[in-house]
């Protein structure tokens, strides 16, 4: 089985992914954002944070290793954007 790629965006200062926050019965719950293409990574950052691009970078991350990124950082799900310029997002947990 091949693994799906993903892309993510993450600071060139601290090194912390992109992230949404959602508040879920009073408290905030972390979701990783990703990617399904490098160029819609690259369209969210210059239509949302055109100013600020040059502080961030896109990095590729197979399905396989999106667990151990998950759990490291405490994430509470991902969120896969759908499309970057609206931007439309589908939020999965995990357990």
């Known amino acids: 089985m091949l ?3 993903y892309y993510l965006i993450r ?7 992109l992230t949404a926050r959602v508040e879920v ?3 905030d719950t972390n ?6 293409e ?6 969210y950052l210059n ?15 197979s399905n396989i290793q999106l667990k151990g990124v ?3 950082w ?13 931007p439309t997002i589908e939020f999965l947990s995990i357990n």
């Not at 239509?47 to 991350?61: K, M, Q, Y």
């Not at 405490?74 to 609206?86: E, R, S, T």
Request: glycine residues 10%; aromatic residues 10%.
């Open 3 to 5: 693994s799906e790629i």
């Open 11 to 17: 600071s060139r200062n601290d090194g912390k992914y």
């Open 25 to 27: 019965e009073g408290n």
């Open 31 to 36: 979701y990783l954002l990703l990617f399904k």
């Open 38 to 43: 490098n160029f819609e990574a690259l369209s």
């Open 47 to 61: 239509t949302h944070a055109g100013d600020l691009a040059d502080r961030f970078t896109v990095e590729s991350i």
């Open 70 to 72: 998950l759990q490291r």
């Open 74 to 86: 405490g994430f509470q799900g991902m969120g896969i954007v759908k499309d970057p310029l609206l």
